[in-house]
T-cell receptor
Framework: AQSVAQPEDQVNVAEGNPLTVKCTYS??????LFWYVQYPNRGLQFLLK??????LVKGSYGFEAEFNKSQTSFHLKKPSALVSDSALYFC????????????FGTGTRLKVLA | NAGVTQTPKFQVLKTGQSMTLQCAQD?????MYWYRQDPGMGLRLIYY???????DKGEVPNGYNVSRLNKREFSLRLESAAPSQTSVYFC?????????FGPGTRLTVT
């Protein structure tokens, strides 16, 4: 069975500081991993994905994420947070083959303080 | 190119009423999905359609039915609405691995 855990309901960070939003996953076989962002009253927007290759993937708006197979983690990072980064962030996983089902985490609310 | 569109944006139903949520995509994607979003629960997959003519259950299919009408359209039906179905519903489509989401339908069942 597939599962995703986002252990923090909310992360607060000061503007200009680095941010990390945590995600761990469980999936049989190779994973496809994703981060999405949701702004108030909007649908989810794709940020980045890991399919294969380099463990550090870069995405939209200066975000990046590091795939760590041994720790089954895919943490989202940004070197310098902006107030406009404040939103709800979702991690998602899908098996690389045999299914089109995506499993999402419960979301982490990021609050960047000016 | 509108992407993924959903109608209606808001809906209030009484317990026992039925309704259909509509979703359409203009990106020629094979796969389409219905999710519900509830506070503290994240997004949960209700049903998905890997390709035209196929549908499969997700995590929380009870109380819902779907129709993949053609490649563009994927509808979600509530036959007899219950207060537990109060939620925000999102439709998504994908080709390859990236999903594109619609703006959502906020449904309240009283």
């Amino acid at each position: 069975a597939q599962s995703v855990a986002q252990p923090e309901d909310q992360v607060n960070v000061a503007e200009g500081n680095p941010l990390t939003v945590k995600c761990t996953y469980s999936v049989s076989g190779n994973p496809y991993l994703f981060w999405y962002v949701q702004y108030p009253n909007r649908g989810l927007q794709f940020l980045l994905k890991y399919i294969t290759g380099d463990n550090l993937v870069k995405g939209s708006y200066g975000f990046e994420a590091e795939f760590n197979k041994s720790q089954t983690s895919f943490h989202l990072k940004k070197p310098s947070a902006l107030v406009s980064d404040s939103a709800l962030y979702f991690c998602a996983v899908r098996r690389a083959s045999g299914t089109y089902k995506y499993i999402f985490g419960t979301g982490t609310r990021l609050k960047v303080l000016a | 190119n509108a992407g993924v569109t959903q109608t209606p944006k808001f809906q209030v139903l009484k317990t026992g009423q039925s309704m259909t949520l509509q979703c359409a995509q203009d990106m020629n994607h094979n796969s389409m999905y219905w999710y519900r979003q509830d506070p503290g629960m994240g997004l949960r997959l209700i049903y998905y359609s890997a390709s035209e003519g196929t549908t499969d259950k997700g995590e929380v299919p009870n109380g819902y039915n779907v129709s993949r009408l053609n490649k563009r359209e994927f509808s979600l039906r509530l036959e007899s609405a219950a207060p537990s179905q109060t939620s925000v519903y999102f439709c998504a489509s994908s080709a390859g691995s990236k999903q594109y989401f619609g703006p959502g339908t906020r449904l309240t069942v009283t």
